[in-house]
């Protein structure tokens, strides 16, 4: 890669629509643009029973590798092929096998703390904050953690009230005020469609520059 690539960070509470966005956004050109999950990089507790396992606090900055996830973005950044994690969310383990991962024009990182680190945040071109009613956040996390993650409900409304929504308050909306965009999702279709139009405008003006 001649220039060097543009990386976008995607924040906000669990629920509020991340991984949506961040899909929607690469549609600009999927050639292109790579969607970098924070969640796979959380850190591997297979040395736990199970029972504790589910007990750890998942939703502050220390329950992820940000040393290895800092070095891979440096590395992609630098235009260098990386090893990329997996994780098991049903175990709360990570897998064995990894991806490798090769640097596109684009790169968009999603995730609840991308805009707490301040190494990321120093890497990012273009920040994102997706804000979400607490209320709503809450329905489509149930929704989630029941349905995909092998969760049952009176376990993930535990998770939320001792962890997800207290970590929110204290370390995932502050990153609010280091983002460019800050993007209402609360269910209005046409404002959410038009936040996305302009970003994805500055995407395909970064590709025609590629």
């Given amino acids: 890669m001649q220039n060097k690539p543009f990386i976008i960070g995607v924040a906000g509470g669990t629920g509020s629509g991340k991984t949506t966005v961040a899909l ?59 090893e990329m994690p997996l994780y098991d969310f049903t175990t709360h383990t990570r897998k064995s096998e990894s991806v490798h991962i090769e640097p596109k024009p684009v790169i968009i990182l999603e995730g609840i703390l991308i805009l707490t680190d301040e190494r990321i945040r120093n890497l990012l071109d273009l920040s994102i904050f997706i804000d979400v009613d607490p209320d709503i ?31 929110y308050n204290k370390y995932v909306e502050p990153g609010k005020e ?33």
């Avoid at 809450?138 to 207290?166: K, W």
Wanted: glycine letters at 4%.
């Fill in 137 to 167: 956040r809450l329905a489509r996390r149930l929704t989630r953690d029941v349905g995909e993650r092998d969760r049952t409900f009176q376990e993930s409304i535990n998770q939320y009230l001792a962890s997800a929504q207290p970590m």
């Fill in 24 to 82: 929607d956004l690469q549609k600009a050109d999927p050639n292109q643009i790579l969607i970098l999950s924070h969640d796979n990089y959380y850190k591997d507790h297979s040395d736990m029973p199970m029972d504790a396992r589910k007990l750890l606090n998942y939703d502050e900055p220390a329950a992820i590798d940000e040393e290895l996830f800092v070095s891979q973005l440096m590395a992609l950044k630098n235009g260098e092929a990386v």
């Fill in 178 to 210: 280091f983002a460019d965009f800050i993007i209402k999702n609360d269910g209005a279709p046409a404002d959410l469609i038009a936040a996305l139009d302009t970003i994805k405008a500055r995407i395909e003006e970064v590709l025609g520059k590629c």
